[in-house]
Nanobody, 123 residues
Framework: QVQLVESGGGLVQAGGSLRLSCVASGSIGSINLMGWYRQAPGNKRELVASITSGGSTNYEDSVKGRFSISRDNAKNTVYLQMDSLKPEDTAVYYC?????????????????WGQGTQVTVSS
């Protein structure tokens, strides 16, 4: 199994910055995609940003130009740098990792989620 540990959330004022980190451990195997999702109360969970094993990135329209996703393959870690934060960014942010690994039962595909980290932006 693959476990994800997130950190970096907190409370900031509008216009401030935060950097989220997510470290993967366990039977990681080969990671194909790493991403960040967020969910605010009453809202659907949405994809914020993703990055492939080759470094290609994708962003939700509302965060383009403000957020930046990156990864360190050697450390099995994905980051989300969040600048110019707005109150609308307030949500629980979840790390997600997709990949495949070889276990006792052979090849298996996995889709692992972190526990979520709270980001609150005050106006």
């Amino acid at each position: 199994q693959v476990q994800l540990v997130e950190s970096g959330g907190g409370l900031v004022q509008a216009g401030g910055s935060l950097r989220l980190s997510c470290v993967a451990s366990g039977s990681i195997g080969s990671i194909n995609l790493m991403g960040w999702y967020r969910q605010a109360p009453g809202n659907k969970r949405e994809l914020v940003a993703s990055i492939t094993s080759g470094g290609s990135t994708n962003y939700e329209d509302s965060v383009k130009g403000r957020f930046s996703i990156s990864r360190d393959n050697a450390k099995n870690t994905v980051y989300l740098q969040m600048d110019s934060l707005k109150p609308e960014d307030t949500a629980v942010y979840y790390c997600n990792v997709e990949g495949r690994s070889y276990g006792l039962g052979g090849l298996k595909y996995y889709n692992s989620w972190g526990q979520g980290t709270q980001v609150t932006v005050s106006s």
